[in-house]
């Protein structure tokens, strides 16, 4: 099992960059499948990247690609998603999720873990 806490949101404006961080329990984070999901409010939850368990191969949602960046520091048990260039619509309540089977990168119902979220506002 896995406990992960996301850091690093806040009221920015647009244009400007962020980066959150999502901390991870366990000595065996290596073995999770991570990636960032985001809500706004009166919407659905909505996939943003994923990172495969070695970091090697990252996976984004069309809105934020060229513009966000997923990694993860397995040493120090640790993703974190650099947000650049940001936007008003992606102003969200930005959720960190793990997984440690095979399935998709890209469905929430695939991660049984899940941080309690940071909220992230873009003012334009």
């Known amino acids: 099992q896995v406990q992960l806490v996301e850091s690093g949101g806040g009221l920015v404006q647009a244009g400007d960059s962020l980066r959150l961080s999502c901390a991870a329990s366990g000595r065996t984070f290596s073995q999770y499948k991570v990636a960032w999901f985001r809500q706004a409010p009166g919407n659905e939850r909505e996939f943003v990247a994923a990172?495969?368990?070695?970091?090697?191969?990252?996976y984004y949602a069309d809105s934020v690609k060229e513009r966000f960046t997923i990694s993860r520091d397995n040493a120090k048990n640790t993703v974190y998603l650099q947000m650049n260039n940001l936007k008003p619509e992606d102003t969200a309540v930005y959720y960190c999720a793990a997984q440690g089977v095979i399935g998709s990168y890209y469905s929430e119902y695939e991660y049984p873990y899940w941080g309690q979220g940071t909220q992230v506002t873009v003012s334009s």
């Open positions: 990172s495969s368990r070695s970091g090697s191969r990252t």
